[in-house]
Nanobody
């Protein structure tokens, strides 16, 4: 069983940066792929980025590629999302999620593959 808590959201001007963090509980955290998703009002929840259990492979949505960077620290049980060059279109609630299938070598962009979710953190980017 995994519990996830996001932090680091806030209000930022377009072109600025934010760093989101996800703190996880569970002794087997280092076996699971992790993902970041976001959801704007009236929109579907969409994949943003993901990272394998070892950190050896990452994936990004086309809309954030080159601007965002995901990382993890298995010793600290944390996953981070560095967001640079933020745009108003990035405004959403951001969620971290855990895929409990152990030792996967790939990252799934499908929300249905993830078993545990945090409560989300609001990111607002102004013009």
């Amino acid at each position: 069983q995994v519990q996830l808590v996001e932090s680091g959201g806030g209000l930022v001007q377009a072109g600025g940066s934010l760093r989101l963090s996800c703190a996880a509980s569970g002794r087997t955290f280092n076996r699971y792929a992790m993902g970041w998703f976001r959801q704007a009002p009236g929109q579907e929840r969409e994949f943003v980025s993901g990272i394998t259990w070892s950190g050896g492979r990452t994936q990004y949505a086309d809309s954030v590629k080159g601007r965002f960077a995901i990382s993890r620290d298995n010793n600290k049980n944390t996953v981070s999302l560095q967001m640079n060059s933020l745009k108003p279109e990035d405004t959403a609630v951001y969620y971290c999620a855990a895929d409990l299938r152990p030792l996967l070598q790939t990252v799934s962009p499908n929300s249905g593959e993830y078993d545990y979710w945090g409560q989300g953190t609001q990111v607002t980017v102004s013009s």
